[in-house]
């Protein structure tokens, strides 16, 4: 892109510099003809022309160098057209250029100097300052041209905003070389969150640099630690500017240039006495904004140019063979959100950062969870590359104007983000090339094979199931098997965290660091195709604060898998039955656990469109996120009604001893007011800190009986669990203890609905009444295996099949 021309350096260092003059530097007016000159004699300030005698403009050049020389025009728009003007400074400190008493151009400063005098500068920087105060570049002066640049940079000029003084200084090009008229070509800073500059044509973006990266512009690699240049870049709350400093006395500048539409640079040359071409901006190809479309990424020395970012494809695949490519490139499979993840891409200037977001406090790991949380970002990488990297940007929606530097140091490394599939199978393609380069080439042919081989069985079993009609409006995630065995460690015994009538659950991390419990549902379990399926229409469109959320399936061979939102707080039995665990749920947790279960069967049973029946409400089914919020979890033996439809009958029982009411456990009668029963149990179970169902010796202990033995002799606050004695408050237990034996009374139309339960938690004005004895689960005593006791082990949910 750019041309370096080192040698030009060693030709071009200019040591002739005038010795110091009568200085004529200083002014308080200046009429055509006369001329000031910098103390150094470089620059000269006077009303010149540009070819064309009747338009004379107030202006600054080099005083000694025969073209090009202009650096500073004043009134490019509005030239003079004979020699009647003048250009005063006024009292309060502002130049005034007047030509037959019209206003031409005129400065302006925010304060009223007390003593003003013009000065022009050996840097080229025409300034109004205070004359007493001592003439040290870098103050604060009441006006400065390098504040209003023209076509030219010069060195020390700030690009930029001042965002105290809201002054946003910009390069605006020449609209022709004899022509000062502002063209419409310019170079400016845009603050987007990641500022950055571009060059813009109207308004139009035609080449970007590239945002600051600590070290260089993103667009710039050959912008590096030098002996002839400083640059210096700087953002933060009073101002976004850019600059450039001269470590040697080279004559350089930089010029925007509306004919080229580029922004050379050129350096003097005393040996030829003239500016040498030194390098341009855009330079090639793929300097040019957004050649390649969105989503690709442009390398000059590749062929085509154009190419789509990993995991994604041509939007119209006809146009991308063609050479013209800018329609860019779209996802090949869609996000999943919360399973997706990362790969990296080295060696890039990074994309356009209008739809950015920076946060500068984090690290990158951070960075990607942050990322990763969030649907809509797309990419990360380092705010700031310097040292071993620092900094957060996070870029949403489309990544435009990526260029893929030749050498991966020149540019940076980016993170995109890529749904579970996409990354599989970059993983597959990396271990694929690992095993080609390793192992002799037999053993890849071998490999190849096998793949093969998988690929197909994979393809028919999808075949297969896609077949199954049920199958087909799933509107989740399917996730690859493959991805699951390696997030679960090929579920290894150590990543089981459960065991339930279905199956077993793991815990797993997934590529991209998410961490996910898989339901594995034994492949002789009871949970047939139908079930599965069921389950998975249902709880992926069932969404509340206290469910469990439900983020992919795999449905591949015999397997069927669920996976869900990791809760590191595990269940809530794993507290409530244990007398250590127990002492971290005081009576406010254990209250606003329960309210947060009461919430999240109420919108099963209410609010749902699909009014759901849980059917297996227990203690091991509710999960506990990092905060302690509760999440009703397992919806398989869910069962969905109509609005009308709000009983059934099922020959199929499903559900937990101890948890099931009367109607339910004996008839296979279930609705909404069964779950209420299980609710009212779970309640219990939580004031009291036991099994609603165990052994205590060679007898079977019933809570719900015990405690309604216990309110009946006005003594319920006996059962509370000692873990939360000191916290509890009596009328507050008390009153819940009265709401759950409402919930568990024998006859379903007694007990209240989920709605009631929630007002009646929610005010204590609310009268109770009085409940009824509540209903008891005598039959079928002898099919539960093994009662377990009053703490430890989990209750295993139970298939009856009652002969109908
Ligand atoms: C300058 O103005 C004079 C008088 O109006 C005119 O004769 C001449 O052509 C003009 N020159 C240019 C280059 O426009
Ligand atoms: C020069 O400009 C002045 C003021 O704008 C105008 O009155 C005058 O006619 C112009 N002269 C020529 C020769 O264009
Ligand atoms: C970038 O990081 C370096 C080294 O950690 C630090 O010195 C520098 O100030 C940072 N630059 C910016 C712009 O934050
Ligand atoms: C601008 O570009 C044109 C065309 O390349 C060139 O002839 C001209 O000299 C350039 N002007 C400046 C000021 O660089
Ligand atoms: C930024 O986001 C807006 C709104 O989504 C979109 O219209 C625009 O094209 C995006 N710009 C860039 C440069 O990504
Ligand atoms: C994602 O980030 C964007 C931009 O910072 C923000 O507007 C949006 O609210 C975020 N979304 C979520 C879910 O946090």
């Known amino acids: 892109m750019s041309i370096i021309v080192y040698t030009l350096f060693v030709s071009s260092l200019v040591v002739s510099i005038a010795a110091d003059t009568p200085s004529n530097s200083q002014f308080q007016s200046l009429s055509p003809g006369e001329t000031i000159v910098s103390p150094r004699g470089i620059f000269e300030l006077g009303f010149f022309n540009l070819g064309n005698p009747n338009k004379s403009y107030l202006a600054i050049r080099y005083k000694s160098y025969p073209d090009q020389t202009f650096v500073w025009v004043a009134n490019g728009a509005n030239p003079i057209n004979d020699s009647s003007a003048i250009l005063k400074l006024n009292s309060p400190g502002s130049l005034v250029l007047t030509h037959y008493n019209n206003h031409v151009w005129s400065t302006s400063s925010p304060k009223e100097a007390m003593n003003p005098v013009a000065e022009l500068l050996d840097s080229g920087n025409l300034v109004i300052r205070e004359k007493n105060e001592a003439k040290l570049e870098g103050k604060e002066y009441l006006w400065q041209s390098f504040d209003y640049p023209s076509n030219t940079m010069l060195a020390g000029m700030k690009i930029g905003w001042d965002l105290k003084r809201k002054i946003n200084?910009?390069?605006?090009?020449?609209?022709?070389?004899?022509?000062?008229?502002?063209?419409?070509?310019?170079?400016?800073?845009?603050?987007?969150?990641?500022?950055?500059?571009?060059?813009?044509?109207?308004?139009?973006?035609?080449?970007?640099?590239?945002?600051?990266?600590?070290?260089?512009?993103?667009?710039?690699?050959?912008?590096?630690?030098n002996p002839v240049f400083n640059y210096k870049f700087v953002s933060n709350k009073d101002e976004v500017t850019y600059m450039w400093t001269l470590q040697t006395s080279l004559i350089t500048k930089v010029v925007l240039n509306q004919t080229?539409?580029?922004?050379?640079?050129?350096?003097?040359?005393?040996?030829?006495?003239?500016?040498?071409?030194?390098?341009?901006?855009?330079?090639?190809?793929?300097?040019?904004?957004?050649?390649?479309?969105?989503?690709?990424?442009?390398?000059?020395?590749?062929?085509?140019?154009?190419?789509?970012?990993?995991?994604?494809?041509?939007?119209?695949?006809?146009?991308?063979?063609?050479?013209?490519?800018?329609?860019?490139?779209?996802?090949?499979?869609?996000?999943?959100c919360m399973l997706d993840g990362f790969v990296h891409v080295d060696g890039l200037k990074v994309p356009d950062t209008t739809n950015t977001s920076v946060d500068e406090s984090i690290d990158l790991e951070k960075c990607r969870t942050k990322c990763l949380n969030n649907c809509s970002c797309?990419?990360?990488?380092?705010?700031?590359?310097?040292?071993?990297?620092?900094?957060?940007?996070?870029?949403?929606?489309?990544?435009?104007?990526?260029?893929?530097?030749?050498?991966?140091?020149?540019?940076?490394?980016?993170?995109?983000?890529?749904?579970?599939?996409?990354?599989?199978?970059?993983?597959?393609?990396?271990?694929?090339?690992?095993?080609?380069?390793?192992?002799?080439?037999?053993?890849?042919?071998?490999?190849?094979?096998?793949?093969?081989?998988?690929?197909?069985?994979?393809?028919?079993?999808?075949?297969?199931?896609?077949n199954e009609s049920y199958v087909n409006d799933l509107d989740l995630p399917l996730l690859d098997l493959s991805i699951i065995i390696v997030a679960t460690n090929k579920f290894s015994e150590g990543n089981k965290i459960g065991e339930g009538g279905f199956g077993s659950v793991y815990w797993g991390k997934l590529a991209s660091g998410l961490e996910i419990a898989v339901k594995r549902l034994s492949k002789n379990s009871d949970q047939g195709m139908s079930e599965f399926v069921n389950e998975v229409k249902l709880i992926a469109r069932v969404q509340h604060r206290n469910l469990v959320k439900l983020l992919?399936?795999?449905?591949?061979?015999?397997?069927?898998?669920?996976?869900?939102?990791?809760?590191?707080?595990?269940?809530?039995?794993?507290?409530?039955?244990?007398?250590?665990?127990?002492?971290?749920?005081?009576?406010?947790?254990?209250?606003?656990?329960?309210?947060?279960?009461?919430?999240?069967?109420?919108?099963?049973?209410?609010?749902?469109?699909?009014?759901i029946v849980h059917r297996d409400l227990k203690a091991s089914n509710v999960l506990l996120d990092d905060t302690l919020n509760p999440k009703i979890s397992d919806f398989g033996v869910a069962k969905t009604f109509g609005e009308e439809n709000i009983e059934g009958n099922t020959n199929r029982i499903v559900g937990t001893y101890g948890y099931m009411a009367p109607e339910y456990a004996i008839d296979g009668q279930f609705s909404i007011k069964s779950d209420v029963f299980s609710f009212g149990v779970l309640l219990l179970e939580i004031i009291c800190g036991k099994k609603s169902r165990c052994s205590s010796g060679k007898q079977i202990v019933h809570l719900v009986d015990h405690v309604w033995t216990l309110w009946k002799k006005d003594m319920a606050l006996q059962i509370v669990d000692p873990n939360m004695e000191d916290s509890c408050i009596a009328s507050e237990v008390l009153r819940c203890i009265h709401i759950g034996l409402l919930c568990v009374q024998q006859y379903p139309e007694d007990r209240p609905t989920m709605t009631s339960v929630v007002l009646l938690l929610g005010s204590d004005e609310v009268q109770l009444d009085e409940p009824k004895e509540p209903g008891h689960f005598v039959k079928k005593e002898s099919i539960e295996a093994n009662s377990s006791s009053c703490s430890s082990t989990n209750a295993m949910s139970i298939t009856l099949l009652t002969a109908r």
């Open 169 to 225: 200084r910009r390069l605006i090009a020449w609209k022709s070389d004899d022509d000062p008229t502002p063209g419409d070509l310019s170079w400016i800073i845009v603050l987007h969150p990641y500022p950055e500059i571009y060059m813009m044509s109207g308004t139009k973006k035609h080449h970007r640099l590239g945002p600051w990266n600590g070290l260089r512009f993103s667009g710039m690699p050959e912008m590096k630690p």
């Open 260 to 336: 080229s539409q580029q922004r050379p640079r050129y350096v003097w040359s005393e040996a030829t006495r003239s500016w040498n071409f030194y390098s341009t901006m855009p330079g090639e190809y793929c300097d040019y904004y957004g050649v390649c479309g969105a989503n690709s990424f442009c390398s000059s020395t590749a062929s085509p140019m154009c190419d789509c970012l990993k995991g994604f494809k041509p939007k119209s695949p006809e146009k991308w063979n063609s050479m013209y490519r800018t329609e860019g490139c779209r996802l090949k499979s869609p996000l999943t």
């Open 378 to 466: 797309m990419a990360y990488t380092n705010s700031n590359i310097s040292g071993s990297g620092s900094g957060c940007v996070m870029w949403f929606g489309d990544l435009l104007d990526i260029k893929l530097y030749p050498a991966p140091e020149s540019g940076q490394r980016l993170y995109i983000r890529l749904p579970p599939s996409e990354l599989d199978s970059i993983r597959h393609k990396v271990s694929k090339i690992m095993y080609a380069t390793s192992v002799a080439a037999a053993i890849g042919v071998i490999l190849a094979i096998y793949f093969l081989y998988r690929r197909k069985i994979y393809e028919k079993s999808m075949a297969e199931y896609n």
């Open 552 to 611: 992919g399936c795999c449905i591949q061979k015999k397997e069927k898998m669920l996976v869900y939102e990791y809760m590191v707080n595990g269940s809530l039995d794993y507290f409530i039955f244990d007398s250590t665990k127990g002492k971290l749920l005081d009576w406010p947790k254990r209250f606003h656990i329960i309210c947060g279960i009461a919430r999240g069967l109420m919108y099963l049973h209410q609010d749902s469109r699909l009014r």
